[in-house]
């Protein structure tokens, strides 16, 4: 079809006028760089997309796309069927193609039941979000889909790595070494779907029992946790262990999506600066430790004993940034 080709020239002659923009701005003194081609081998190649409404159409179990025609889907129940479509976008990950309808609908906000309510929100490792009204939600490595596929990938991985042929290319290798590329492919895929329901179920439990309530969350500054600008010794050793951890949680994309479904319920977001000592203060009186607090709980010299993503996630909701002691004045975003 035609309108694929449309799109990508429109795509390129928007990357062209952000090109010659940023040249003529500047970037800071650093040299803007000029649009590259994408690989048909990436995923971001292997896709297309079509923005006219009229080369659009959707019924149940399958979906019309212009010069190919109708294209059944193997879910059904999740792309309204008559409904103003602006859009839709196909793409390949892993073998799999995945299609994505835009549609143009009136958003229907509910009204804020607990407006001036602070609620708390801890990211961790241990426990992947502590409320300070009690609730918690589990980590992500202890998902069993998680941790059956991880097993398989490391397998498949070895196994790749033992039937490649060195001096050979990619196209030269042996079907043996082209299966357990594709395999790995899949698994990786597995492994960021499980991730990603993970983080849209628990964000969509805790926008949805907040109800208008403001959430504080603390900048969690992922790059400097699993960097190593600064480190040596014991703590090269303590992120190498944690780094992995880290990674899985997906801190960022959490916060993200907090923010915006907060903002289609009507509710705001405060950030707390990262030198806010959370962890290292007692809920009860107040006293700031010196030092980092036993995990996972620690006990205070006023004799108060405290689990340490829900006492941190109880000074957050706590948290007023009027002072500089406090760490300094919090973000808000409505």
């Known amino acids: 079809s035609s309108y694929g080709g449309r799109e990508a020239m429109a795509d390129l002659g928007n990357a062209y006028k952000h090109f010659f923009r940023r040249i003529k701005e500047g970037l800071r003194g650093k040299a803007a760089g000029e649009p590259q081609f994408r690989s048909r081998q990436e995923p971001s190649g292997r896709g297309f997309r079509i923005g006219q409404p009229q080369a659009i159409d959707v019924r149940d179990g399958a979906v019309k796309l212009a010069g190919i025609g109708w294209v059944r889907l193997a879910e059904r129940g999740y792309i309204p069927v008559g409904a103003n479509y602006r859009g839709v976008s196909a793409r390949e990950v892993a073998g799999t193609w995945y299609v994505s309808v835009l549609v ?50 490391k397998l498949w991985e070895r196994r790749m790595a033992r039937r490649h042929q060195r001096g050979k290319k990619r196209r030269e290798q042996s079907h043996g070494w082209q ?71 997906g801190m960022y994309e959490l916060r993200r999506q907090v923010e915006y479904k907060q903002a289609w319920r009507g509710g705001e977001v405060e950030i707390v600066p990262a030198n806010f000592p959370s962890t290292r203060t007692c809920s009860a009186c107040g006293v700031v430790r010196d030092s980092d607090p036993g995990y996972p709980s620690w006990r205070c010299s006023c004799g108060a004993r405290h689990d340490r993503e829900l006492n941190s996630a109880q ?3 706590k948290f007023r940034g009027e002072s500089p002691e406090n760490g300094g004045r919090a973000a808000r975003r409505k």
Do not use: W, Y
Not at 113 to 139: K, M, P
Not at 217 to 237: N, S
């Open 315 to 317: 000074n957050l909701k």
């Open 104 to 153: 143009e609908a009136p958003m229907v906000k509910e009204e804020p039941a607990r407006v001036g309510d602070r609620i708390g929100v801890e990211v961790g490792v241990r426990v992947l979000v502590q409320t300070s009204d009690g609730d918690a939600f589990g980590a992500v490595r202890d998902l069993a889909g998680l941790v059956q596929a991880e097993r398989r990938r």
């Open 179 to 249: 299966e357990a590329v594709r395999k790995v492919a899949r698994l990786h895929r597995r492994c960021a779907d499980v991730r990603r329901d993970k983080l849209h179920q628990t964000t969509t439990r805790i926008v949805r029992k907040a109800r208008g309530a403001t959430l504080v969350l603390r900048d969690m500054q992922v790059a400097r946790m699993i960097g190593r600008a600064g480190k040596a010794g014991p703590d090269i050793r303590k992120r190498n262990v944690l780094a992995p951890m880290v990674a899985k949680v």
